[in-house]
C-alpha cells in the first residue's frame, strides 16, 4: 500500500481510514504465519478468539506510544527510529524461526495430541500440547466444559509479547508514514486508536479462522499433525525469508503482501 496515498481531512474520516488500513494491516504475511503456530494450543473456538484479542492488544501497545510521540514532537521520534527498524524486523525474523522449531519440537516430544471421549452423550475432541498422554486420564477426570468457563477471557502473554514486536517492526512504520500528515492531533490520535482496533478484530477472526481445522472432530490424528507441521515449515521459511532479505538484500518476501 503506498501511504503516500492515505489522507484524511477531520476525526470521521480518519475513524474510517484507520479502521480499514487496520483490518488490511493485520493480515500481513508475517502477522498470520505467526498466529498459525499459535492456533493450534487452543482448545475452544472461543479461546481462538482470545489469541486474536491478546496478540492485538501487544500489536497495539507499541503503536500507541509510539504514535501518541509522533504526534507531539513527529521529526524527532522519525529520526530515531528509522535507524533502528531494521534491527525490530530482524527480531521478527528470529521469533518467526523459533516458532516453527518450537512446534517441531513439541510434535518430537508428544505433547501434541487429541482426547476423544464423551459427555452427556455427545462426543468431543480436544487438542492438548501441555502432557503427554501417560497423564491424559487425570486431565480428563478434571476437564472442564461449562458453557460460561468457554467465554471467559483468557489473557495469552505468549501472544501479547509476540504482537509487540509485530507492532515494533512493520507497523510503527505505518504510523510514522502517516500521522504526521493528519491535520490536527484528534484526527491523528482517531486514526491512531482504530487502526489498532481494526488489527484487534481482524487477527481475532483470523486466528479463528486458522484454528477451525484443529478443532473440528477426526478419529485421527494424522491431518492435524499435517496441518500442525505445515504452520511450523512456513513460519521457519518466512523467518529464513525475511532475515535473507534484511541481511543480503535479497527479494524472498516480496512474493507475500509484506
Known amino acids: 500500500m503506498d501511504h503516500d496515498l492515505v489522507k484524511f481531512s477531520g476525526i470521521i474520516s480518519a475513524i474510517i481510514v484507520g479502521f480499514f488500513i487496520g483490518l488490511r494491516h493485520s493480515l500481513d504475511g508475517d502477522h498470520v504465519v505467526a498466529v498459525s503456530t499459535m492456533a493450534k494450543d487452543v482448545r475452544s473456538f472461543f479461546g481462538t478468539i482470545w489469541i486474536g484479542l491478546s496478540w492485538g492488544l501487544g500489536h497495539s501497545t507499541p503503536l500507541i506510544i509510539i504514535g501518541v510521540l509522533v504526534l507531539l514532537i513527529k521529526d524527532d521520534i522519525i529520526d530515531i527510529y528509522e535507524p533502528i527498524s531494521s534491527y525490530f524486523e530482524l527480531l ?33 475432541t480436544h487438542l492438548h500440547n501441555t502432557h503427554n498422554h501417560n497423564n491424559s486420564k487425570e486431565i480428563e477426570s478434571n476437564h472442564k466444559h461449562s458453557f460460561i468457563f468457554g467465554l471467559a477471557p483468557f489473557f495469552r502473554i505468549k501472544s501479547y509479547l509476540i504482537g509487540i514486536v509485530h507492532g515494533l517492526a512493520g507497523s510503527a512504520a505505518v504510523i510514522l508514514a502517516i500521522l504526521p500528515t493528519s491535520p490536527n492531533f484528534s484526527s491523528g490520535f482517531s486514526y491512531l486508536i482504530f487502526f489498532c482496533i481494526g488489527t484487534i478484530v481482524s487477527m481475532s477472526i483470523m486466528t479463528f479462522l486458522i484454528a477451525t481445522p484443529f478443532l473440528m472432530k477426526s478419529k485421527s490424528n494424522n491431518l492435524s499433525k499435517i496441518l500442525i507441521s505445515l504452520a511450523g515449515v512456513m513460519s521457519i521459511a518466512l523467518g529464513l525469508a525475511l532475515g535473507s532479505d534484511l541481511i543480503f538484500e535479497s527479494t524472498f518476501t516480496d512474493i507475500l503482501w509484506y
Open 92 to 124: 521478527v525474523s528470529l521469533m518467526l524461526i523459533f516458532l516453527g522449531l518450537q512446534v517441531f519440537w513439541k510434535l518430537f516430544r508428544g505433547n501434541f495430541h487429541f482426547h476423544m471421549h464423551e459427555h452427556d452423550g455427545v462426543d468431543h
